[in-house]
């Protein structure tokens, strides 16, 4: 069973920055793509970012122009850089991968990683 294992997330101050990193422990079979969703309490899980295999990236309107999502060198390494973070970016941030199947598509999840941004 793959596992997809986060790292990076912590306190910071509002107009801070964080990196979150995510690797998944082994090769992902038909990978199609990898991204980051987050929960704040109270809330359903949202969308934050998406990167799939050719390159395309997908941002939630609220994150645009303050967090990027890259691949890292490592197969399967997914990065989240969050710049200008706001007390509205409180969450837990889970790792995701989608993999394509005969018929539509599986799924990973990561463990969460908490950020916290103070005002």
């Known amino acids: 069973q793959v596992q997809l294992v986060e790292s990076g997330g912590g306190l910071v101050q509002a107009g801070g920055s964080l990196r979150l990193s995510c690797a998944a422990s082994?090769?992902?079979?038909?990978?199609?793509?990898m991204g980051w969703y987050r929960q704040a309490p109270g809330k359903q899980r949202e969308l934050v970012a998406t990167l799939t295999t050719d390159g395309y990236t997908n941002y939630a309107d609220s994150v645009k122009g303050r967090f990027t999502i890259s691949r890292g060198n490592a197969k399967n390494t997914v990065y989240l850089q969050m710049n200008s973070l706001k007390p509205e970016d409180t969450a837990v941030y889970y790792c995701?991968?989608?993999?394509?199947?005969?018929?539509?598509?599986?799924?990973?999840w990561g463990q969460g990683t908490q950020v916290t941004v103070s005002s």
């Open positions: 082994e090769s992902i079979f038909s990978l199609n793509t």
């Open positions: 995701n991968a989608d993999y394509k199947v005969l018929v539509g598509f599986g799924r990973y």
